[in-house]
């Protein structure tokens, strides 16, 4: 009976000992090792962003992506045809703090050209009689800008990953470039540019233009997609 006891009392000790190595062990997980990945997401202020770069899931990930995007603006007033193209390039470096839960906190560098382009037809005097003249005018907004993002992400066993994301957008330097196209002749192009519906063309061009390259922008990731290679 003794004997009995005994035993019981040393598989009492024993056991919960083991057992508490057995749970360190697995708490000890590697994290998984980086690997070359392709990225694609869409969103605002960029509605297509493709790149790739280094991936490590529960670890830090950098990205060099790139995107180009033509929207059309429709008319405002009197100026027709309003288009805008947008180009940038982003370099991104992604941080996921936790092993448990999908967080992850993003920043980011990157070059941004919106080129925003209008027509108008503008009616000049010519004796008795009015010549109307198609203009087009173009400005070229280039900015560099920082971009804070938050987010989650998840990935699968066989590669792939998705998630989302938003944060905000800010320009540290801009410069904008006004451009038009007329008829080629100095003369009647200084006439066309004196008139008020000219100056409205470019007005409304260069306030549309402060607006994309002066002022922060909200950040807004519907959605991402990955895979590791």
């Known amino acids: 009976m003794k ?8 598989i009492f000790m024993v056991a919960p000992s083991s057992f508490g190595k057995s749970k360190k062990k697995k708490s000890k997980r590697k994290r998984p090792k980086a690997k070359w990945g392709a990225v694609m997401s869409a969103g605002i202020p960029h509605p297509i962003d493709v790149g790739g770069g280094v991936i ?3 670890g830090n990930s950098q990205f060099l992506t790139f995107g180009t995007y033509l929207l059309n603006l429709g ?9 805008a193209n947008l180009n940038h390039l982003e370099f991104k470096y992604r941080m996921e703090p936790a ?19 209008g027509s108008q037809s503008i009616d000049l005097q010519n004796g008795d009689s009015k010549v109307s003249v198609p203009t087009s005018a173009n400005i070229n907004i ?17 590669g ?9 957008q800010v320009p540290f330097h801009s410069d ?8 080629g002749d100095d003369l009647i192009d200084e006439s066309i540019r004196a008139t008020a519906a000219y100056q409205d063309l470019e ?12 002022f922060g922008l909200p950040y807004i990731q519907l959605f991402e997609v990955g895979y590791r290679f």
């Open 142 to 158: 280039m900015t560099l800008y920082s971009a804070i993002h938050l987010g989650m992400i998840y990935y699968q066993k066989n």
């Open 75 to 83: 008319s405002r007033g009197r100026i027709k045809n309003m288009k």
């Open 99 to 117: 092993r448990e839960h999908p967080i992850y906190w993003e920043v980011a560098l990157g070059y941004q050209e919106i080129k925003i382009a």
């Open 160 to 168: 792939f990953h998705s998630g989302f994301g938003f944060g905000y």
């Open 56 to 58: 490590r899931p529960k």
């Open 176 to 183: 904008a470039d006004v451009n038009s196209s007329i008829t």
């Open 3 to 10: 004997s009995f006891f005994c035993i019981f009392i040393c």
């Open 203 to 214: 007005s409304e061009l260069e306030k549309l233009g402060r607006k994309a390259g002066k």
